[in-house]
């Protein structure tokens, strides 16, 4: 009789034993969560793919009476750099103002060169190639008809940069202002 109850005393432990291993992973449809959805993360080269590129801008000047295409304007030289952004068609845009409290902007007089409440901006496009891409002179050319100004008078203006994701169609990054004087000619 001993051996008897030593034995059920055996197969109960064991089969207690065999139901507290399995009973974890067993799902009481109760007590689950609600179904969530996990992004991948994708790495490469042990970094993080970022989808959204950074800009940092490292300096911007302004060159006068350049004549470009028979127009005469300034040039906008730009340096900057882009992270993230190998492959992605951008726009560098600069948008000028006049060195006012109120930073009001310039109305535009040629309908090339505005955005799109009639201020005055120009652009160019570039498509990074590396990662980070490294533009140590980008420039873009606004003719002086466009200011819109007389000839003849003096003015303290300032601009600043941003540049636009355009298969996003969305801004990444913008600078400070830079500031500087013109006489129109």
């Known amino acids: 009789m001993k ?3 030593k ?3 055996a197969l109960i432990i064991s089969l207690v034993f065999t139901v507290s291993l399995i009973s974890p992973l067993t799902v009481s449809h109760a007590s689950t969560p609600a179904a969530r959805t996990i992004e ?3 790495i490469t080269n042990n970094n ?3 989808d959204d590129p950074e800009a940092l801008y490292e300096g911007a000047r302004i060159v006068h009476n350049v004549t470009v295409d028979g127009e005469k304007g300034m040039r906008v030289h730009a340096k900057f750099q882009v992270k993230y952004g190998k492959g ?3 726009m560098m845009i ?3 103002y006049y060195d006012d409290a109120d930073n009001t902007p310039l109305k ?3 309908a090339n060169y505005q955005d799109k409440k009639g201020h005055v901006s120009a652009h160019s496009n570039f498509t990074p190639a590396y990662d980070p891409a490294v533009y140590n002179d980008l420039q873009i050319f606004v ?3 466009a200011l819109n100004m007389e000839s003849g008078d003096q003015y303290d203006l300032k601009f600043y940069l941003a540049l636009y994701d355009r298969d996003g169609g969305r801004f990444f990054g913008k600078s400070g202002w830079y500031k500087f004087h013109l006489t129109m000619p």
Do not use: E, I, K, Q
């Open 40 to 42: 991948p993360v994708n």
């Open 48 to 50: 993080l793919v970022f």
């Open 143 to 145: 003719p002086y008809d």
């Open 108 to 110: 535009a007089g040629d």
């Open 7 to 9: 034995s059920w005393r």
């Open 88 to 90: 992605v068609p951008c």
């Open 3 to 5: 051996n008897t109850s």
């Open 94 to 96: 600069a948008y000028f």
